[in-house]
Every structure is written in C-alpha cells, then in structure tokens.
C-alpha cells in the first residue's frame, strides 16, 4: 500500500509538543480532538490525495447515485487509513505523554453525521441495509413505532430505518478507530454531537438535522456498537433555555456522563455554566475561547476580544479553587444547576430535606412588588444573566455560587421554621480548606441571599426551630 497512509490525516507531532509543554507549565490537563474522515461532517482535515480519490476513498451516494460532500463510513480503505494514523498518533502519545498524563481525553472524529442525505446508498452500503439488524443493536434500541422483532432495518425501525442504519455505520467506523488507539494507549474516549432540535417531537428525519450523527435519539445505538467510546456529548448552540434544558436532560443518562465539550460562546451562553456543572457535567468548554479574529456568529458571539472571554472567565475564575470539591460532590449527586430562563420565571430546586428558590431579575433589598421596586427595574432585570449552581456538602450546609440572582432556601417540612444559622463568603484554599472572607448578615440576608454581576461563592448552613 501507499506509504503515505500512516500519515494519513496528519498528527501534527510538533504542535502536540507545544500543546504538552505549554499545557505542563499552565498546570492544565488536555481533551485533544481527532479530525480524521469527519470534522463537522465534512472530509475537510483529510489530504487531498484522500479527498480527490474516490475509488479508495469512497464517498457516500445520494439516492440518484450523484457523490455526496461526505466520504462513505462503509470504504474499507478509508478506515484503514484513518484507523493508522490515529494508532500513530496515540503512540505519540503515550511516548510523550504516558507518565505525566497531561491528556486525559480523547475526542475520536467531530460531529459525525450528514447534512442533507439520510445515508449512504451505494451498493455496498444498500446490501448491508438489507442485511438483518445485528443483534447488539436490537438489544440495545427498541424501535419508536412497534416492527418486527427481527429482520432488515426497515422491517425493524420502518421510517427510522435509513437514520439508524446510518448511525450504526458511522458508529461501527467509530469503533473500530478508538479501539486499535486504545489497544497502543488506554485514554478514554468520546464523540461530539451537532445537535436535533431537542424540544421537537420524535420523527424520522426529513433533512433537518445531521443523520447519522449521535443525536439523542440514537445514543442506544452507539453505545451497542461502539463500547471504546465512554461519552456522546452534545454540542449546545441552541441559545434557547428550554432547548438546553432538554438536551442536559437527554444526555445525562446512568450510561451516559454529561460532557459538554462545545457550547457557543456569545454572553448569553455564560449563566448556563452554573446548569452545566450544578448538572454534573464533567466539563464544560465554551468553542473559540482566544484572541483569534475569527467569530462564528450567529452560533457565538461578534467579538473576538476580551470581551467576548470575560463573562465566561468569572464563572471559571468562582469554580477555579473549588474545582476538586465540586467534582467529588457532582460525582456523589450532591451539585444542582439552574440558569435564567428566557421567561425570567422563578425556579426550585429541590434537595435532601431542603428546597432553593431562585429568582431572578431584582434588586438586592426587598421584594419585586414593592411601590418602590416596581417603579425602577435593575438593569439586568430585562437580560437573561442570572445562573446558580448549590452543592449540599452536608443535611444542613450548602456551597453556593451565582450570579444575578436570589436564592432562599427552606425545608422541604416546616419551611416557615426555616433558620439561617450562617453565611460565609469565601473561597476553598489548595488543600481543600474553607477560608471565609467575610460573614453575611442583616440587610444581607433578609431577603435571601443576593448574587450580584461578581460570581462568588458562599458557604451557608441551615436549621429549623421547633
């Protein structure tokens, strides 16, 4: 074969040293991400002498039998090839990264999927289509309207059929690249996810999102055939509060780690920070966070300065020194998250014994319906800015962290014997140990506890009287 294919879809070995040397000094861990066949469904990160190749390099067929802009899940040579360099690059990696650890995740592919065709219609990929449905699949996915119990993909998932079969291959292709990397070195692994629209109701694709992608809908079946990836993720570029609410809800599953490895980057995107890791995600990377000038509106945002990092960077910059404790307690399911709906609308959250109301879009001394209140709106009342995230470290204590917001908490019985014992704002130290800047009281704690455009964490602990 071409001598070329262990280069395939190039490891940029020089930029890996850079990216581990500077990452050493930072004292940050990396979540590297491999383009190879896909980068946002499209071939693009592949040579040319792959992209221009399409008896090698097959590419999917539209029914017509006309090329498709994405390359065939089902061509052999192509996942030879993709499958090798990636092995390349992993044994890079753990020659140059296999005592310090600085990476600790791997992304294998970027937002699979195809835009515009529902799947491949080749020959080779029309004679697997009718090919009974492996088994691992049907164990893992029930189809939505009841078919046969076994048999082709159509007799099985009818109008699905064409979306799932896709996913199954895409999913296949997937597989086979993360386990001959994870054979050469061990690091977990996950794919990313251009997303469905999560509130719409369930229904075969009609060219309205990425078929064959990892959309929520079709977890089930990556998870049944390609076991070498840990986590879907989804992407969140859908600004709307309902909208991310789903998708959070979709993904979050006892199989599934919540992991957001891209969110958009605009400031209305920052309160969701707070939703994201009170969730328990184990992360969270809003897309495009440097100086480059290049803006990815209308996903993100216009500016490309310090600006467009700054509202993002409070909310990291409140977390930053309590990262280890929070996430011993989101692995425990102690960690909450609200943010500000595009309704303003108050939220609850319920907890162990306790309940938080949060609201929104006031001012710190007294009540919205005051004469006085009601006359004059604070700023922010009108944006959708607010966002808080509380940890129950304990029955009666609670780490919070906010902004734009109020929170009162009660006991879930008796709440009108509901005593604030202390609040104490503060910041964990290197070791783990609260240190507290100052004590709330009076005015600052009369109507609830007040966050403020400045993210900062408080440490409360709660009691009721007989």
């Known amino acids: 074969g071409d001598r070329r294919d262990l280069h395939s879809f190039p490891t940029r070995r020089s930029s890996d040293l850079i990216l581990l040397r500077e990452a050493r000094q930072n004292k940050v861990h990396l979540v590297l991400l491999w383009f190879g066949t896909w980068k946002n469904t499209s071939p693009q990160y592949t040579p040319a002498w792959v992209k221009l190749n399409n008896q090698r390099f097959p590419r999917m067929l539209d029914k017509e039998g006309k090329n498709s802009y994405c390359l065939s899940p089902l061509g052999e040579q192509t996942l030879q090839a993709d499958r090798k360099a990636f092995t390349a690059l992993m044994s890079h990696l753990k020659k140059a990264d296999g005592e310090q650890h600085t990476v600790i995740l791997m992304q294998v592919e970027n937002e699979v999927g195809t835009f515009g065709a529902v799947r491949d219609f080749s020959a080779v990929a029309q004679a697997a289509f009718e090919r009974d449905v492996p088994a691992a699949v049907l164990a893992h996915k029930k189809p939505p309207v009841p078919g046969a119990a076994t048999g082709s993909w159509r007799a099985v998932y009818g109008d699905y059929a064409d979306e799932y079969f896709h996913a199954w291959a895409i999913a296949s292709y997937i597989e086979e690249v993360a386990k001959a990397g994870r054979a050469v070195y061990?690091?977990?692994?996950?794919?990313?996810?251009a997303l469905r629209d999560p509130t719409e109701p369930l229904a075969p694709w009609k060219n309205n999102f990425s078929a064959g992608g990892?959309?929520?809908?079709v977890i089930d079946i990556y998870k049944a055939v390609a076991p070498h990836i840990?986590?879907?993720?989804?992407?969140?570029?859908?600004?709307?509060?309902?909208?991310?609410?789903?998708?959070?809800?979709?993904f979050q599953r006892t199989d599934n780690a919540l992991w957001v490895p891209e969110m958009g980057n605009a400031e209305v995107y920052a309160r969701y920070l707070y939703q994201v890791l009170g969730s328990g995600s184990l992360g969270v990377s809003p897309f495009g966070m440097d100086y480059f000038d290049y803006a990815n509106f209308p996903l993100g945002a216009k500016l490309t300065d310090q600006r467009m990092v700054a509202p993002f960077a409070r909310v990291f910059a409140a977390f930053?020194?309590?990262?280890?404790?929070?996430?011993?307690w989101a692995f425990e399911g102690r960690t909450h998250g609200v943010a500000e709906g595009d309704d303003h609308a108050d939220q609850t959250v319920l907890?162990?014994?306790?309940?938080?109301?949060?609201?929104?879009?006031?001012?710190?001394?007294?009540?919205?319906?005051?004469?006085s209140n009601t006359k004059e709106l604070p700023p922010h009342a009108a944006r959708t800015d607010g966002g808080v995230a509380i940890a129950q470290i304990a029955d009666d204590e609670f780490v919070l962290v906010?902004?734009?917001a109020r929170v009162r908490l009660e006991a879930l019985e008796g709440g009108d014997r509901t005593q604030l014992i202390?609040?104490?704002?503060?910041?964990?130290?290197?070791?783990?140990?609260?240190?507290?800047?100052?004590?709330?009281?009076?005015?600052?704690?009369?109507?609830?506890?007040?966050?403020?455009?400045?993210?900062?964490?408080?440490?409360?602990?709660m009691g009721s009287y007989q």
């Open 186 to 193: 061990d690091l977990p692994m996950y794919v990313n996810n």
């Open 214 to 217: 990892p959309t929520y809908d």
């Open 230 to 250: 840990d986590i879907v993720a989804p992407d969140l570029y859908l600004p709307e509060s309902a909208k991310i609410k789903a998708v959070l809800g979709q």
């Open 320 to 328: 930053a020194p309590m990262q280890r404790q929070w996430a011993r």
């Open 351 to 371: 907890m162990k014994g306790w309940k938080a109301k949060v609201s929104f879009g006031q001012w710190s001394f007294g009540e919205k319906d005051w004469p």
């Open 402 to 404: 906010g902004q734009y």
């Open 422 to 461: 202390s609040a104490e704002e503060g910041q964990f130290d290197v070791n783990g140990k609260w240190v507290m800047e100052r004590r709330w009281n009076g005015d600052q704690v009369d109507w609830g506890l007040n966050f403020t455009a400045h993210p900062l964490v408080l440490k409360v602990k």
